[in-house]
């Protein structure tokens, strides 16, 4: 009797044990963001990178979302810093320190989100990465969001329509396609487009179709006008801070980037693409008046005559950078437009 229940407490302590070394084996990584649960970003991409993280390290580090942290643009600084352990943010919010990224961001790219993040992601390494623009961070992936079209209030006959016009631009690339239309340009994250429409402090929008029925812009934006291959394509980051990457072993180290990189580069643009699917469908069900403007329509000319230049420009502002960035460029779209053929 005395034997049996000292081998049943053993046995217990044993499993106490053993329970409590794989509790402590398990590391959370949380990942912040500022988009609504809903969103493509939220919905699809973050939780199909925690279950590769999960499987690739094999349940050794949980991933874990956290919401409602602020404007996108302290992203940076909150994985800095160390509030949170990941997030991904827009580089125009932060124009200062990023440049290069808005290589990605010209217009006339003509190719689709998830094409143009694996060329973002290869002519990051090649090229921009030793800028260090990220510097006290690691990148885990790059990529954009679809093309940026233009949502308004009223409808316009022509781009000419939207001069002195209250725009939300969310910098970047829009920023100089706002002063080239002569827009009265107005700041503000995207998750208060809705509540700006709402109440008439803006006119419209330049952002990507996905956004009529993620940020619910069909109830507000009710004329599109949808441009061949959008105005611009949108640069984000997703990245980690390296003081929790130092604090994991090397074996998970480069599990979690193995499943990074490109791979999460192509998974999230091909994810935003298919938002902009659903945003376009959502949109036409509820009513919105979507221009798709032909190829050979008059305000498609009209925006390649106002874009000239623009990638000439962009290559001399980033000349303090001590990149090749013409050869950059013509790498990214070359990248870009043969993906996938």
């Keep these: 009797m005395i034997r049996r229940n000292f081998l049943k407490v053993a046995g217990a302590v044993t499993l106490g044990m053993s329970l409590s070394t794989s509790v402590m084996a398990e590391t959370v990584l949380r990942v912040g963001s500022w988009l609504p649960p809903t969103h493509a970003q939220n919905a699809v991409v973050w939780p199909t990178w925690a279950k590769w993280v999960e499987e690739a390290t094999e349940g050794r580090v949980k991933v874990e979302m956290e919401y409602g942290l602020g404007h996108p643009k302290t992203m940076f600084e909150l994985v800095e810093d160390g509030a949170v352990d990941a ?13 290069l990224t808005q290589g ?9 989100a998830e094409a143009a993040s694996v060329a973002h992601w ?17 990148v885990l992936a790059l990529f954009t969001h679809g093309p940026g079209q233009i949502h308004m209030a009223n409808p316009i006959n022509s ?38 429409m709402q109440q008439g402090v803006i006119d419209g929008v330049f952002i990507p179709m996905g956004e009529q029925k993620s940020l619910r812009l069909k109830e507000v934006a009710k004329h599109v006008v949808a441009l ?4 611009y394509l949108g640069s984000f980051a997703m990245f980690i801070s390296p003081d929790f990457m130092d604090g994991l072993s090397e074996k998970d180290r480069e599990a979690i980037r193995s499943v990074s990189g490109e ?8 994810a935003w693409d298919a938002a902009d699917k659903e945003g376009l469908e959502a949109a036409l069900a509820d009513g919105v008046s979507v221009n798709q403007v032909a190829e050979d329509g008059a305000m498609a000319q009209e925006f390649r005559d106002l874009v000239k230049g623009m990638d000439n420009e962009w290559v001399a ?3 303090d950078r001590k990149v090749d960035a013409k050869a950059a460029l013509e790498e990214l779209r070359e990248i870009a437009r043969s993906y996938g053929k």
């Design 122 to 138: 290869r002519v990051h390494n090649k090229y921009f990465a030793k800028a260090q623009e990220h510097d006290g961070l690691e």
């Design 104 to 112: 990605v961001e010209q217009p006339l790219m003509g190719a689709s």
């Design 87 to 99: 997030s991904f943010s827009y580089h125009g919010y932060v124009p200062g320190r990023f440049k």
């Design 159 to 196: 781009l000419a329509d939207l001069k002195s016009k209250k725009i939300r631009l969310g910098g970047g690339v829009q920023g100089e396609l706002g002063k080239r239309m002569d827009v009265t340009a107005v700041g503000a994250p995207a998750p208060k487009v809705y509540e700006m």
């Design 317 to 319: 502002h980033v000349a």
């Design 228 to 231: 061949p291959g959008g105005m």
């Design 263 to 270: 791979k999460l580069s192509a998974m999230a643009g091909a």
